[in-house]
């Protein structure tokens, strides 16, 4: 909750089951004083939290969009506090004709939503490409690819790309983007 508890900024956090196995859950605000609330029916609960401070440097929009660099990494934050319509905004500019992998791993919670990635072409206002990602699936590796007549060529083509990186659902927390 927020520092007057009067908003829940994350609901359905986490549950721990009967095995008593535990459950990390992240989540993603800005710098405060926040209240933890927990409702349960077991008479035994524990909590522990850790604080991990992340320094990002995005652009708030496609223009003002940072580079990443090949063997590069960015971290950045998604907010409780914000909505989809925010977003961070990197670029690459690939030199010559080459495979592109991203690796992306995200530190999220909540029980409906993630983190979505979408990948867009200079000049191009569609993504060309999207992926979801969750608590139950944080973490996978993008191969960026470019089709020419409908054909995958298996190479994204020399340019200039951009990645949004935004919440869907109730999602919150941080994440890292490195072009491997």
Do not use: C, H
């Amino acid at each position: 909750m927020n520092s007057s508890k009067s908003k829940n900024l994350f609901k359905g956090v986490v549950t721990v089951d009967k095995y008593g196995r535990n459950f990390i859950t992240y989540a993603g605000v800005p710098k405060g004083t926040y209240y933890i609330g927990i409702k349960t029916t077991e008479d035994y609960y524990q909590v522990k939290w850790n604080f991990t401070k992340v320094s990002e440097n995005s652009g708030s929009t496609r223009a003002k969009a940072k580079n990443i660099y090949k063997g590069n990494t960015k971290k950045g934050t998604i907010l409780a506090t914000q909505t989809s319509k925010n977003a961070d905004w990197y670029k690459i500019k690939v030199n010559s004709s080459q495979l592109v992998k991203l690796a992306f791993t995200t530190y999220t919670g909540g029980y409906s939503g993630g983190f979505r990635i979408s990948v867009y072409s200079a000049g191009k206002t569609k993504a060309f490409g999207s992926a979801d990602f969750y608590y139950g699936d944080p973490a996978d590796i993008l191969s960026l690819t470019t089709k020419i007549n409908g054909i995958d060529t298996g190479r994204l083509q020399k340019g200039t790309y951009y990645i949004k990186v935004q919440k869907y659902g109730s999602a919150s927390g941080f994440y890292k983007l490195q072009w491997k």
